[in-house]
C-alpha cells in the first residue's frame, strides 16, 4: 500500500528493473529519479579484487534511495 492506504501503481507488463552490478561486479549503474543512468567504475581501484567487489556491492545497496547523481560524489 501507498500512503494513506491506496494500491501503490504497479510497472507496465514486461518490466525489468535496470540491473544495478554489471556481471563483473565492478561496475555500479544509478539511474537518478529523471531517469539519468551513471555508471561508477571500481575496477581501477589499488586494492586487492575481492575488496573492490565488496566495495561497488556496498555502494549498490547504498545508493539504493538516491535521487542525483551528486549523492554519490559526496
Known amino acids: 500500500m501507498s500512503g494513506r492506504g ?6 507496465p507488463p ?3 528493473a535496470t540491473q544495478r552490478i554489471a556481471a ?6 544509478v539511474v537518478n529519479k529523471e531517469g539519468y543512468e551513471r ?10 579484487q575481492s575488496m573492490r567487489g565488496s566495495l561497488a556491492r556496498a555502494f ?15
Open 24 to 29: 563483473d561486479g565492478l561496475q555500479v549503474t
Open 39 to 48: 555508471v561508477f567504475d571500481f575496477a581501477e581501484l589499488s586494492i586487492p
Open 6 to 11: 491506496r494500491r501503490a501503481v504497479l510497472p
Open 60 to 74: 549498490a545497496a547504498q545508493s539504493m534511495g538516491w535521487n542525483s547523481h551528486s549523492s554519490g560524489e559526496s
Open 14 to 16: 514486461g518490466f525489468q
